[in-house]
T-cell receptor, first 110, second 113 residues
Framework: QKEVEQDPGPLSVPEGAIVSLNCTYSNSAFQYFMWYRQYSRKGPELLMYTYSSGNKEDGRFTAQVDKSSKYISLFIRDSQPSDSATYLCAMRDTGNQFYFGTGTSLTVIP | DTEVTQTPKHLVMGMTNKKSLKCEQHMGHRAMYWYKQKAKKPPELMFVYSYEKLSINESVPSRFSPECPNSSLLNLHLHALQPEDSALYLC????????????FGSGTRLTVV
């Protein structure tokens, strides 16, 4: 079993839709949770990070962590064509190593 | 400065060539990383440097040789690569602890012919 599981999609939504992206994990030692956005042929860009269960909001993005269920989500409100990218979840224990999900490819159709 | 800068952006090399990838950051991060990413796959960790010392080597073939000359620079020396080594090579940095993620560079797209 992989440490981090993420549905690869692809996911296609109309502009303005609410997008829900999810990851599950198996390692209880993970304490820090991140979402990265990666445009084609570019490096990943950190969108959100959190360490506690609950919600964290930043503009149109909300990151949700449920440590009891080992489940994290990223919600994108009022999705825009510029949100079309691959979204990677990542997790970290107390060390320096990060564990990535496989990424979900999102297309927002104008 | 909140960026990780990688050079070159693109590199084509023959299987007998020797080349180097360079990475630079001025955020004071003391952990630096090399990742390899194939198309439609997540980044795969290759090496981790912590305080300029190699702390993790994920069983990477010896044709890849990392070097961390100082706290701001990270190099990846390439020699006798194979076509299957063609990929996007990403450098990243982070503080060695705390509530932050990696900052990635834009990567070097390497093609081995």
């Amino acid at each position: 079993q992989k440490e981090v599981e993420q549905d690869p999609g692809p996911l296609s939504v109309p502009e303005g839709a609410i997008v829900s992206l999810n990851c599950t994990y198996s390692n209880s030692a993970f304490q820090y949770f991140m979402w990265y956005r990666q445009y084609s042929r570019k490096g990943p860009e950190l969108l959100m990070y959190t360490y506690s269960s609950g919600n964290k909001e930043d503009g149109r993005f909300t990151a949700q962590v449920d440590k009891s269920s080992k489940y994290i989500s990223l919600f994108i409100r009022d999705s825009q064509p510029s949100d079309s990218a691959t979204y990677l979840c990542a997790m970290r224990d107390t060390g320096n190593q990060f564990y990535f999900g496989t990424g979900t490819s999102l297309t927002v159709i104008p | 400065d909140t960026e990780v800068t990688q050079t070159p952006k693109h590199l084509v090399m023959g299987m007998t060539n020797k080349k180097s990838l360079k990475c630079e950051q001025h955020m004071g991060h003391r952990a630096m990383y090399w990742y390899k990413q194939k198309a439609k796959k997540p980044p795969e960790l290759m090496f981790v440097y912590s305080y300029e010392k190699l702390s993790i080597n994920e069983s990477v073939p010896s044709r890849f040789s990392p070097e961390c000359p100082n706290s701001s620079l990270l190099n990846l020396h390439l020699h006798a690569l194979q076509p299957e080594d063609s990929a996007l090579y990403l450098c990243a940095s982070s503080p060695t602890g705390g509530l932050v993620g990696y900052t990635f560079g834009s990567g070097t797209r390497l093609t081995v012919v």
